[in-house]
């Protein structure tokens, strides 16, 4: 029976992490890959054409155990670029778009020949046609675009795709920044200085420990992106991270499921309306991911599961830990050597790779927001309204509320970027002299350890000790608290 069961499983996961259900969901979704059209010899394997006779080939990939066996060199895949790499001549790790290229999965020629699309002719007496073709049945122009932003290691742009449907287009592009860095600097400073300075920072633990499990996890794993072809990679900007699981899915569930947790019952709002808010952001998140061709189905259920376990352990102990931040003399002295502890336990688990500077900006934020709330505390600043006056209800929105949020708002990113622009432009280049490493190329400076780390903890701690102490501080002067 536990035989039985472990075989299902493994064949369930198998399927779920089948790329070939990415590129479906991106066909229905209307977006298409413009991959190049291969020469006609490639059409046919041991004489029937792939698309002609799409079962006879299906029974080629289907024999022996290659659902089990696919699942489990998942954790391979990367092995052989990362030695190729280190004997080559760029031993700072960075991987071209050859290498890029040779390691996203099992991408033989049968599988690029099945991944082509059917409206393609092939050698069985037909011309061969276009590499893409598609009908906009919903009334929608087609586009031609390519991804919105290079790939953050090799600098990659990415190839020209098309989309049909461009409301999806840009819905699930709004999903997918709703994990990323330009979200975060918005998102949790606009709860610290007008909404509720308590939650916000509870929801910032509850943040950065995901993020490190998720990618320490992902370096133990070690599961490349899903192959392309026949997925068309929407977004490019992660693609050379491993991706099991999905952190997105995995910081897109935390965030609204921790703030409904947090403030149910503190603010008053019906149960219903903060359970669907939470649902539909974690939903939207995770499907974006399947969407931009970055991860397969099983790696975002993961991520989602995974997430919720998180939450569920974290829920249970965040008034210790909040509280020992906040008063314990020993708070600041645990806080910096265990977010520092953790980001050189991170980098020992693999070679460099983006993955890595994700987590130490991620630690090093939650160290400068966790000193600055100690600050805060023993300075009397940013007090939590007393329990007598729970549960908080939202003030009656007005001209003036709406002037003075925005505009906390916009000044307090500004300093939030301005400050992040001036410590990197200080810190990298100051890094390299102290360590002895040459700082004319920034991308290949970071890849080192002592650089990485340096950098992210200083610039993001200071970011992060900025958002929640000094721009408080700056709206009291100005008269905007």
Known sequence: MAADLKTTFIRCCSYL??????????RICGVEGTFPVKDNRLESVDGPCVKCH???????????DGGVQQLQQGARQRKPVIAELHNDDRSNGMISGTAQES?????????????????????????????????????????????LRKNSLTGDVGQEFIIQKKFLFYLFTC????????????????LIWNVDAFVSRRMIVVWVWNLFFGQSTKDIVRWTRPASPPVVKVEVFYNTEYSMPSTHAMSGTAIPFSLFLLTYGRWQYPFLFGMGVAICWSVLVCVSRVYMGMHSVLEV?????????????????????????????????????????LGFLAFSLDSWSTSRGDTAQALGTGAGAALASHLNHQLGLLADPPLSSLPLA???????????????????????????????????????????LPHGDVRQARQHMEVELSYRYIVYGTVGFSCVCLVPFLFSYLNLS
Do not use: W
Not at 175 to 190: K, S
């Open 175 to 190: 999903g997918t920044e709703l994990g990323n860095e330009m979200f975060f600097i918005v998102f949790f400073p606009f």
């Open 301 to 341: 259920i993961t991520g989602f599961l995974y997430s919720l376990l998180i939450l569920a352990f974290f829920h249970l102990t965040l008034d210790q830990i909040d509280g020992f931040y906040l008063t314990s003399h020993h708070a600041p002295l645990v806080i910096v050597t265990s977010h520092v502890g």
């Open 17 to 26: 992490q089948d790329p070939h259900h990415v590129a479906s969901f991106q």
């Open 54 to 64: 799409p079962d006879e080939m299906e029974n080629l990939e289907s024999e022996g």
């Open 394 to 436: 939202l003030p009656p929105l007005s001209s003036t509320l709406l002037a003075r949020t925005l505009l906390r708002l916009l000044i307090g990113v500004v300093v939030l970027l301005a400050t992040r622009a001036v410590m990197k432009a200080v810190t990298i280049p100051l890094a390299c002299r102290v360590f002895g």
């Open 103 to 147: 390691r996203v999965g099992d991408s033989t020629e049968q599988q690029q020949v099945l991944s082509r699309k059917k409206s393609s002719q092939c050698s069985c007496g037909n011309v061969t046609g276009t590499a893409v073709e598609g009908d906009c049945d919903n009334g929608d122009s087609r586009e031609r675009v390519k991804p």
